[in-house]
Nanobody, 118 residues
């Protein structure tokens, strides 16, 4: 099994910044994609940003130019630097990893709340 633990959420004013972190642990052989998704109240979970273990990235149009995803493969950690935050970025942010243990599976963290409000 793979455990994902997120940190770094909180309350921030519009225009502010936050950095989310997610550490993967457990019986991991290889982590392929790692990324971030978010879910706002009353809405479906949506992709924010993902990164392959080779460094290729994918961003939602709504965050391009404001958010940056990065990874430290040696530490099994993925980060999300969020700048110029807007109230519409308010959501629970979930870390996701596609990883190989004894099989390839998709794993989710518990989520961390990000609230953008004055």
């Amino acid at each position: 099994q793979v455990q994902l633990v997120e940190s770094g959420g909180g309350l921030v004013q519009p225009g502010g910044s936050l950095r989310l972190s997610c550490v993967a642990s457990g019986s991991v052989n290889v982590i392929y994609n790692m990324g971030w998704y978010r879910q706002a109240p009353g809405k479906q979970r949506e992709l924010v940003a993902t990164m392959t273990n080779g460094g290729s990235t994918n961003y939602a149009d709504s965050v391009k130019g404001r958010f940056t995803i990065s990874r430290d493969n040696a530490k099994n950690t993925v980060y999300l630097q969020m700048n110029s935050l807007k109230p519409e970025d308010t959501a629970v942010y979930y870390c996701n990893a596609r990883a190989l243990t004894s099989f390839i599976g998709d794993y989710w963290g518990q989520g961390t709340q990000v609230t953008v409000s004055s």
